[in-house]
């Protein structure tokens, strides 16, 4: 029986390459319920704050995710869709100015935070960020824009549900094509699709550095959001001051033929936790061997599952199929202290037990729902990357397989393609001081790509955390030492010991924890 082609699954898989630390908080406030920016509550008319040309009314940014709303200023500001056609359609900026704390010495130069995905909303992720950025608004505004097609920046968003409201099943390559010009013929009523690329986003920004008055700024990108503080200092390099780059893309990298392999490696450390640990070996055996075990057996087609849906309680029957433990074991990789439940979960099902497993590739599919714009992520990955994104032979056996690069592949021949600059591809060499962040087991942007991305940055600076997976910004002293590089623009001089305290996460080896 073929593997099915999820449209859904090539989402979820790129939510995982460039996306942020979904379900952890550096906060301990309460949980927060508007999933948007709200106007703020006011008695009586609230005077607009004004930053260069644009004009601000209060508003609270807040997500399921976060704990509690960050207070700001919001806005929209347009821009044409097409720069070579001014007077064509427009689309309004999404827009977030989260003023430094009251009293603050203000300096000129604010940080404007940008997301991953590609597909991700910078004014939605930045509260689940927030406590990162604490010390940089004792000095500076934090600026987000919802890159256009993401937030609510013309939101590119298609794909049919079935009739349970999950995500359409495409069993071949054949409906994958079907269901990609779907989308193109819906999203095109509303955009065109060859504007909505890195470069194009890359020029909105500069277009709002201008409007607010902003001689230099300093960009903070996460994931994918490292491709477009890149291509902005690449390309407006007289407007940055510094750049952080967190869990950092290359320049050089194309998306799509990284995706397996990367994985299969993060996935040897992280099993390794367990493997060195005799009391592990004998809770839980191999993690890699039991992961082998299912995935063999579900290959040759989904298992009935009779399980306890982890939100609501309820017993449940259903089927637990391959491609959902592949992103549930990706997903999960990507931040240790959830790879740390694996181990466990894989013992279970390698002897037929999936239940726990099943509950487990819910909870995700739960947590991922609207988080990415899928009609921006192709537009950004088919102009950039498309035509490169080829499988690899060597792949066919890993835990992801080529099932991903052959539907990607397969997406990218239909999808509409913008205008990519010549040099893209071009390594960032610049003398803008840089900070580099990698975590030790990232499996989607492992510290191989901060060395790489260092190697023609004249100041910069990698430190890759140990332990730790993908988006490291809020981890241990970071906040402090991301601080101290803003205000200072050298790198060099970071005092990086603190990180050294950071520490492994221990697989679970029984649902009490871990082995003391």
Known sequence: MPRKYRLVLAVVALIALFGYRYWQSHSAKKPATATTATPAKEAEPVKQRHYGTLAFKPCTLSTPMAREGVTAQCTTFTVPENREQPDGRKIALNIAWVPANE???????????????????????????????????????????????????????????????????????????????????????????????????????DAVRKAMGIEKINL?????????????????????????????????????????????????????????????????????????????TLRKGPVPVTYRDPTTGIVKTDTLKAEEVANLVRMFAYMPAMAALIPQQLHEAAQGRYDSLKAMTDMLKSGLEDQMMMGMQMSVICTEDGDSVV??????????????????????????????????????????PALILEGELDPVTPPKYGEETLKTLKNGRLFVLRGQGHNVIGVGCMPKLFAKFIDTADAKQLDGKCLDNLSYTPPFTSYNGWTP
């Open 103 to 205: 009293g603050a010495e203000l300096a000129p130069d604010p940080v404007f935070f940008i997301a991953g995905g590609p597909g991700q909303s910078a004014v939605k992720s930045y509260p689940q960020l927030a406590g990162a950025f604490d010390r940089i608004l004792d000095k500076r505004d934090v600026i987000l824009v919802d890159q256009r097609g993401t937030g609510e920046s013309n939101p590119l968003k298609c794909g049919g549900k079935d009739e349970n409201g999950d995500p359409t099943e495409a069993e071949t390559l054949a409906d994958v094509e079907k269901a990609t010009r779907d989308c193109v013929a819906e999203l095109s009523k509303v955009a065109d699709l060859t504007r909505y690329d890195t470069t194009t986003a890359v020029a909105d920004l």
């Open 220 to 296: 903070m990108g996460v994931s994918y959001g490292t491709r477009v503080a890149q291509q902005y200092a690449m390309r407006y390099p007289n407007s940055t001051r510094t750049i952080v780059l967190d869990s950092v893309v290359p320049n050089t990298t194309i998306l799509g033929n990284i995706w397996a392999r990367n994985l299969e490696d993060a996935l040897d450390q992280q099993f390794a936790l367990c493997t060195r640990n005799a009391d592990c070996v004998k809770a839980v055996g191999n993690p890699r061997d039991s992961l082998n075990t299912v995935m063999a």
């Open 391 to 432: 499988s690899n032979e060597d792949d066919k056996d890993t835990v992801l397989g080529t099932t991903l690069t052959d539907a990607m592949s397969a997406m990218c021949k239909i999808w509409p393609k913008g205008k990519m600059p010549a040099d893209f591809h071009n390594a960032l060499a610049t003398d803008v």
